[in-house]
C-alpha cells in the first residue's frame, strides 16, 4: 500500500509533537511559585470551578478556559501519536481520555513536591474534559477524512460522482 510511509510519517511526528507538548506542560506546570501564603490543597470536586464562577464572567471564563485548555492537545496528539486510523471511535476516545487523565494525575502530584503548588482535584476535572473535547472536535472528523482518502487509490477504475454509483441489486430468481 502506497500510503504506509505516510502513515508512520504521521505516527512519527505525533510521537515528537507529543514529547515536546508534555515538555511544554511540565515546565509550565512545575515552575516554582514563591508566595508569602499557600491555600489549602483543594480535594473537593468543583470546589475551585465554583470559587472561579464567584469572581466574575471574564476571569471565571479565563481560569475555566486555561484549565480546559492546557492538556487539551493531548487529545489530538495521542491518537495521532497512536497512528491508528482503523480503530473504533469509542475505544480511542475511552485510551485517550485515561492517558490524559493519567497525565494530569501525574502533573498533580509532581507538583506537590514543587514549592507553591498545590493539589487540586478541579485541575483534573477540567484538564481531562479538555483533553476529552479535543477529541470529540478533532479527531473523528480527521479519521473519516483519512480513511476516504486511503480507500481512494484503490477505487481507481471505479466510477466516480454522485449519481454514477448504484447499488447493485441481485436479479430476482
Same mark, same amino acid.
Given at each position: 500500500?502506497?500510503?504506509? @510511509?505516510?502513515?508512520?510519517?504521521? =505516527?512519527?511526528?505525533?510521537?515528537?509533537?507529543? $514529547?515536546?507538548?508534555?515538555?511544554?506542560?511540565?515546565?509550565?506546570?512545575?515552575?516554582? +511559585?514563591? !508566595?508569602?501564603?499557600?491555600?489549602?490543597?483543594?480535594?473537593?470536586?468543583?470546589?475551585? &470551578?465554583?470559587?472561579?464562577?464567584? *469572581?466574575? %464572567?471574564?476571569?471565571?471564563?479565563? +481560569?475555566?478556559? $486555561? @484549565?480546559?485548555?492546557?492538556?487539551?492537545?493531548? @487529545?489530538?496528539?495521542?491518537?495521532?501519536?497512536?497512528?491508528? &486510523?482503523? %480503530? /473504533?471511535?469509542?475505544? /480511542?476516545?475511552?485510551?485517550?481520555?485515561?492517558? @490524559?487523565?493519567?497525565? /494530569? &494525575?501525574?502533573?498533580?502530584?509532581?507538583? %506537590? *513536591? !514543587? #514549592?507553591?503548588?498545590?493539589?487540586?482535584?478541579?485541575?483534573? &476535572?477540567?484538564?481531562?474534559?479538555?483533553? $476529552?473535547? $479535543?477529541?470529540?472536535?478533532? !479527531?473523528?472528523?480527521?479519521?473519516? +477524512?483519512?480513511?476516504? =482518502?486511503?480507500?481512494? #487509490?484503490q477505487q481507481e477504475g471505479a466510477p466516480q460522482g454522485r449519481g454514477e454509483l448504484r447499488e447493485q441489486r441481485p436479479a430476482p430468481l
Amino acid at each position: 500500500m502506497q500510503h504506509d @510511509g505516510f502513515k508512520y510519517r504521521v =505516527r512519527a511526528a505525533g510521537l515528537l509533537l507529543t $514529547a515536546a507538548y508534555l515538555a511544554f506542560a511540565a515546565w509550565l506546570l512545575l515552575r516554582p +511559585h514563591y !508566595v508569602a501564603w499557600v491555600p489549602s490543597p483543594n480535594l473537593r470536586p468543583f470546589g475551585t &470551578i465554583r470559587a472561579d464562577l464567584r *469572581m466574575g %464572567t471574564g476571569q471565571a471564563a479565563r +481560569h475555566l478556559l $486555561a @484549565g480546559l485548555g492546557l492538556l487539551a492537545p493531548l @487529545g489530538i496528539l495521542l491518537p495521532m501519536a497512536g497512528g491508528r &486510523i482503523e %480503530t /473504533s471511535g469509542v475505544a /480511542s476516545f475511552v485510551r485517550t481520555v485515561f492517558a @490524559g487523565l493519567m497525565v /494530569s &494525575i501525574s502533573f498533580e502530584f509532581t507538583q %506537590t *513536591m !514543587v #514549592p507553591g503548588q498545590l493539589f487540586d482535584v478541579d485541575a483534573l &476535572i477540567l484538564n481531562t474534559a479538555g483533553v $476529552a473535547l $479535543a477529541h470529540l472536535l478533532v !479527531v473523528p472528523a480527521t479519521r473519516r +477524512h483519512l480513511r476516504r =482518502r486511503e480507500l481512494l #487509490p484503490q477505487q481507481e477504475g471505479a466510477p466516480q460522482g454522485r449519481g454514477e454509483l448504484r447499488e447493485q441489486r441481485p436479479a430476482p430468481l
